[in-house]
């Protein structure tokens, strides 16, 4: 687990959303609370970007530090895949509130993310208090397991209804 995690913006978020608002608007990373920063984690001034290269030819990671805006929240939950997908927490708590809820890029938003720490954090005596003592202190903090967690995630298109009929979604993630 990953408490007060920062986030690195993925190469298709990149391409798909940040690099063609930047263009337009270059005050656009600013105002979504996201650092330019060099390979090697030195920042640099957004005003200083050429955003018009190419998402394969930009030479930068943008970063959103830890804090309420952060796009993870406050807590995420690393496991591995090869897709790079993880649970997390969201600091966007109206969504749970949506019948569609495909507002992430292939992560989980979890509802109750302390809780979930708490069931997952068991083995070494973390309470919720104590989560939330540490999670309101703002520092990231990484949290291993000594026994690796079985997690499975199913993505279902189909499924039977009370009726017994089956039922066809769309395939979002294709």
Not at 50 to 77: E, H
Not at 122 to 135: C, D, F, H, I, M
Request: hydrophobic share 35%; charged share 30%.
């Amino acid at each position: 687990l990953e408490l007060n995690p920062t986030w690195t913006v993925p190469p298709t978020i990149l391409k798909d959303d940040i690099l063609p608002n930047a263009r337009k608007n270059p005050s656009y990373v600013r105002k979504k609370g996201l650092e330019v920063v060099t390979r090697s984690g030195r920042k640099i001034s957004p005003g200083s970007v050429n955003w018009n290269v190419s998402a394969g030819a930009f030479p930068y990671l943008l970063r959103q530090p830890a804090g309420d805006r952060n796009a993870l929240g406050r807590i995420k939950f690393m496991f591995p895949n090869r897709f790079a997908v993880y649970l997390h927490d969201t600091p966007s708590r109206n969504l749970f509130n949506k019948p569609k809820r495909l507002y992430s890029s292939g992560c989980v938003r979890v509802e109750r993310p302390l809780e979930l720490a708490e069931l997952v954090l068991n083995e070494k005596g973390w309470s919720q208090e104590r989560l939330k003592t540490a999670v309101e202190s703002r520092r990231t903090r990484w949290l291993h397991l000594k026994e690796p967690l079985p997690i499975i995630l199913s993505y279902w298109t189909a499924d039977a209804g009370e009726d017994g009929q089956v039922r066809f979604r769309e395939d979002f993630y294709k």
